[in-house]
């Protein structure tokens, strides 16, 4: 599923999560892996996302906002997984 098609109201749904990635979420903590409905459910909703295309692949930065300290949190989805984030 592209990031385009995403909402928190598709991802809210205990069906697009395997009991693996529960265990995840309940976590807090991201993961190298996570898929975006697993960043949505630890982080809430993204306020932003910046797409690059290229021979290898897509990759997106996704903007989040850190209720806790107010700051934001980039994290990188490269063909619909995390690989990175930077806080």
């Known amino acids: 599923r592209s990031l385009c098609d995403w909402s928190s109201d598709v991802c809210s749904s205990d069906l697009l999560l395997t ?3 529960w265990v995840n979420v309940d976590s807090e903590r991201l993961q190298i892996g996570m898929s975006y409905c697993e ?12 797409t ?14 850190d209720h806790r300290s107010l ?15 930077q806080r």
């Open 39 to 50: 960043v949505d459910a630890i982080l809430g909703s993204h306020i932003g996302v910046n």
């Open 19 to 21: 009991p693996q990635q």
């Open 71 to 85: 700051s934001r949190i980039y994290v990188y989805f490269r063909n619909g997984v995390v690989d990175a984030w």
């Open 52 to 65: 690059t295309t290229t021979a290898y692949g897509t990759r997106e930065q996704v903007i989040y906002l």
